[in-house]
């Protein structure tokens, strides 16, 4: 794969064929060698629920290939997309964390790969990189980059991205042009370096069959551009516009898949890395903090506590890094594991999650089996804490320190939550959908059961159960709606409530404050209350909108298999159905996200100078923090609400139609002779395969009786 593209890009670009031109050229080319991971057995350590999960799997693999046979042509097709949701499965693992952290060092040792991301990754990059481990890649894909699409640029250089927004809404011109400043020299260094390329890059992707260090460096890493030796590898060179990077790994070593995303952060001059962070971890199945022992959440890591104020507690893991450069860490890590608890508990996110002490230096010598590399000092700390760490110790030194870096512990804290969550969720989605495939196969076999005297047993024609379905189809979309509706609105009253409730006791203090040192008095605000009460507000729509996806979603199940019973008679007496499994309802990340109240800059204090008087403070005050909180309500109801309704609609009519075709077919079915009924399907083969579903439906806690047509 050729690097000069500037050339054949913009000679085929003046065609008229951007997009094409770049799709010809970014090509795989011949395959290279690239990375390969560490072979080392030391990653089987703490991978005992990961080995559950694929056991579980496995089972239910074995289940379905058993009735594969006995099933209808239309479910043996739904059955191979259960296949494609089990196949499809890798738990997404975010890793987020403290600047010069480790957080970097740790992916990559999870990964089985030290070395390979690059640790030094450039402030000013917004590269969300994820290293899909054991997940089937795209074909002739290893690694994949995306960029920024145009919109994404324009706005960030107009309005200087979230920073900007709040810059001008609290009157701080010099703030906010000095923010565009910095994005505009950000962009001419990026142009220089890409010439024509710039904007045919905008919103397009490179893919590549091999994957190795100075490939990545490309795209993630600015480096430094007066390098002579940075300019020779083209460090960089893509890093301004890169969106995202997807790398796949084999890991043998780890019995499921996993994708580790590696974010750009929390705390950034303009939260583009913020916003691009809070966005992935929406999406995620386990958080995982990186913290440094010398700096636990320091106050510079306020922007973590309320990141983490947003989340469940199963969904985060503190990995405290870098206990390798503390003097004494036999002592010294209780004393962080008590100040860290004291931290979070005084910002109201106590209990958050399980804290791991370790150190990612300590796991990559074991890996890379270079302990005598490590400095006497390090040796000494790994001999300190190994007095305090409760793990037995082994003949083996290798083993000994990859034990004592903590990275065992926390492969398996990422597979235990991984086991009760995705996995756990994903398994009871596909037994599920398969004990109605399996239902379902048993109607239209009770269907092809003939009496003696000719008569087909369905008892209504296809036109009847489809206006009955249609008809079941409206009256429970409409019902989700107007309820949907009604949680929506006390939503948005509950944190309008709050909103007003911070604003004014806000309002209140700052008065008094002025009051007694005047503007000049030091003043901070503590938005974390309005958090935890906006978050209060969120969690009660969580709870109404999971029993309305419970009541609604049960229900439909209901109505169907009475459509099913009143279709097929007497058979279908013992028939059952699963309702589907309601969607999750993600937590509410935006609530996380930097407010203008949370900036404590010198704009800030001018703002509050500028203002005469506690009145016109107050007043613009109230508007200021009403504008910032409302942008968050709107972010949680666009993007949050919106999307929970939308996939629990989409949950109910997927089920409706499914089940209505499959009746609907029954009921055609059941008009034909007997004659070509019992050529179709005889009844010796009929009762075997009824046997069999039956049979599988007892492996998923279906009836404990079989339904009589099977019986006979």
Not at 123 to 149: C, G, M, Q, Y
Not at 451 to 462: E, I, S
Request: charged residues 25%.
């Amino acid at each position: 794969m050729s690097e000069d593209h500037d050339d054949t890009i913009g000679s085929a670009a003046a065609g008229g064929d951007a997009g094409q031109a770049m799709g010809a050229e970014f090509q795989p080319g011949p395959s290279r060698v690239g990375v390969k991971p560490s072979d080392s057995p030391l990653l089987r350590l703490g991978t005992e629920a990961m080995a559950g999960i694929a056991a579980e799997f496995a089972e239910l693999r074995s289940l379905m290939e058993k009735i594969g046979g006995a099933l209808d042509e239309r479910s043996a097709r739904r059955l191979q997309v259960i296949e494609s949701q089990l196949s499809d499965f890798s738990a997404i693992v975010t890793v987020v964390g403290q600047v010069k952290a480790g957080k970097t060092s740790l992916i990559n040792v999870l990964a089985g790969a030290p070395g390979l991301l690059p640790s030094d990754v450039n402030p000013w990059t917004s590269v969300v990189t994820t290293l899909h481990l054991n997940k089937v890649a795209p074909k002739n894909t290893r690694a994949e980059f995306r960029f920024f699409d145009r919109g994404e640029w324009d706005r960030l250089v107009r309005g200087g991205g979230r920073l900007g927004e709040m810059a001008g809404r609290a009157g701080a011109a010099e703030e906010l042009r000095e923010i565009e400043r910095q994005i505009l020299e950000v962009r001419r260094k990026s142009q220089e370096r890409l010439g024509r390329n710039f904007e045919l890059l905008l919103g397009q992707r490179h893919s590549y069959d091999y994957l190795d260090t100075p490939l990545i460096e490309r795209y993630v890493c600015l480096g430094d551009p007066d390098d002579p030796d940075v300019q020779a590898n083209k460090q960089g060179r893509f890093a301004d516009l890169t969106r995202s990077a997807d790398l796949y790994i084999d890991l043998p070593q780890y019995p499921t898949a996993l994708s580790l995303q590696d974010t750009p952060g929390v705390n950034d001059p303009f939260l583009m890395r913020e916003q691009i962070t809070l966005r992935v971890v929406r999406n995620t199945e386990l958080c995982v903090v990186v913290l440094s022992a010398n700096q636990a959440l320091n106050t510079v890591d306020l922007a973590l506590i309320r990141l983490l104020s947003t989340l469940e507690k199963r969904q985060v893991v503190i990995f405290v890094n870098r206990i390798d450069e503390l003097e004494q860490p036999s002592t010294q890590v209780a004393e962080i594991h008590e100040s860290l608890i004291s931290t979070l508990t005084r910002h109201g996110v106590g209990g958050t999650a399980d804290i791991v002490f370790g150190s990612a230096k300590w796991a990559e010598a074991a890996l890379t089996n270079r302990l005598d590399e490590m400095s006497r000092a390090s040796i000494e700390t790994l001999f300190d804490w190994a007095q305090a760490a409760n793990i037995d110790r082994t003949d083996d030194p290798v083993s000994y320190a990859w034990k004592l870096s903590g990275i065992p512990t926390l492969i398996d804290a990422i597979g235990v939550r991984v086991a009760e969550g995705a996995a756990a969720r994903v398994l009871e989605k596909a037994r599920k959908q398969l004990k109605n495939i399996v239902a379902q196969s048993l109607a239209a076999n009770m269907a092809g059961s003939v009496q003696f005297d000719g008569r087909a047993t369905v008892l209504m024609t296809a036109n009847e159960v489809k206006a009955r379905t249609q008809t079941l189809s409206r009256t429970l979309q409409a019902e989700l709606d107007r309820e949907t509706n009604a949680i929506l609105t006390d939503l948005k009253n509950r944190m309008k409530a709050a909103n007003e409730a911070f604003v004014d006791s806000t309002v209140a203090a700052m008065i008094q404050h002025i009051q007694i040192y005047g503007p000049e008095g030091q003043w901070e605000c503590d938005p974390m209350r309005l958090r935890m009460q906006l978050r209060v507000a969120y969690l009660n729509f969580a709870r109404a909108t999971r029993a309305l996806a419970q009541s609604v979603l049960s229900r439909a199940a209901r109505e169907v298999l009475g459509v099913y019973k009143d279709l097929l008679g007497e058979p279908a007496a013992d028939l059952k159905l699963e309702a589907p499994l309601a969607p999750a309802v993600p937590p509410p990340v935006a609530i996380g996200k930097t407010i203008v109240v949370d900036l404590q800059a010198s704009w800030w204090k001018r703002w509050l100078r500028a203002r005469r008087g506690a009145e016109a403070f107050a007043g613009e005050y109230r508007a200021l923090i009403a504008a910032e909180t409302a942008a968050i309500v709107k972010e949680i109801e666009e993007q949050q609400v919106t999307a929970v309704n939308e996939a629990l609609r989409m949950a109910l009519s997927e089920f409706l139609d499914d089940h209505s075709e499959a009746l609907v077919e029954i009921a055609r079915a059941g008009t034909v002779d007997s004659e070509r009924l019992s050529a179709a399907v005889g009844e010796r083969e009929r009762i075997e395969k009824a046997a069999v579903l039956q049979a599988a439906l007892e492996a998923l806690g279906g009836e404990e009786e079989a339904p009589k047509a099977a019986r006979n």
